[in-house]
């Protein structure tokens, strides 16, 4: 837990007292448009020390890591090694990217009807943001395409050896899914399948087909974007 002084309050007490509530009342007015990322982090770290200047911190935070992003990218290991961020500024750090993920997957979860390639990209793509890992996630469906469940199969990529064919057709099974779209992400970014993918996606695909269950698609996932196989004409079987 941060340390911060406890006793009485001084003359640097006061200006920065005062200094916390014009940012603060900044914020309430305009939101975030204005402000320098240093300036950002110094308003967010108000709430993990009660007291003194988190303006240093925050400009050691950007300088040691570069940018915004990669701040809350940062593990925990290594922001706690910054002068002036203890354990709750690191804690506070991390929650923001994974509320704002679940944030969006929220909104997402609000139209659960899938008609197209596109919705089913913008559906999935919240799952993805900020993780530091491949992930495969499959959504289920019935014939309406109305999303049943979305579940994550695997960390480690499409290729991996924990993305089991088995474990995809039973889990479509379970929720008596007529359709399963598959999903995973590039860290790269790029938004082009490679043989692997093609070659598992042919593979999950006979396996559910077994069974009646249609692969409706397979979306790759990047930074920002999506594409598709059935928007882009790629073999799902």
Known sequence: MDETPRGPKNENESIHGGHRARLKRRFLAHGLDGFDDHTILELLLFHAVPRGDTNPAAHALLARFGSLADVFDAPVSELTKVAGVGEASALLIKLVPQ???????SRAADDKTLPSPRAAGEYILPYFFGERDEV???????????????????????NSA????????????????SRV????????????PSREDIAATKRVSAALRAVDITLDDHIIAGIRDFMTFADNGVPLE
């Open 99 to 105: 509320i704002a993920r679940r944030h969006l997957i």
């Open 136 to 158: 495969v996630y499959m959504i289920c469906l019935d014939d309406r395409r109305k999303v049943l469940a979305t579940r994550l199969i695997s960390r480690g990529g499409i």
């Open 162 to 177: 924990n993305v089991s064919a088995r474990k995809i057709v039973e889990t479509a099974l379970s929720l008596n899914a």
């Open 181 to 192: 779209i598959l999903a995973h992400n590039h860290l790269s970014g790029a938004l082009i």
